[in-house]
């Protein structure tokens, strides 16, 4: 990741507020369009640094321990 890339923690507490901001309702269509946009952005950050974080335990892994994904 970037230096500029949020943490994971960072990226979801800010899609936290994004959704609790369209719930509440009251913004404008294109406020809620800017809105949207930033919790896909955000929602994808989160996903790259969950892909990290399983990439780096499946290396971690021995071999021969069975996959518990199915």
């Known amino acids: 990741m970037s230096k500029d890339t949020p943490s994971y923690e ?3 507490d800010e899609l936290i507020d994004v ?3 369209l719930e509440a309702g009251g913004a404008t ?3 809620s ?5 930033r919790g896909e952005a955000l ?3 989160c996903q790259q640094w969950l892909d990290g974080a399983r990439a ?7 071999d021969d ?3 518990t994904d199915d």
């Open 10 to 12: 960072q990226a979801r």
């Open 19 to 21: 959704v609790r901001a």
């Open 29 to 31: 269509l294109e406020e």
């Open 33 to 37: 369009l800017a809105l949207w946009e």
């Open 43 to 45: 929602a994808k950050v």
């Open 56 to 62: 780096r335990l499946d290396a971690a892994r021995p």
């Open 65 to 67: 321990e069975p996959d």
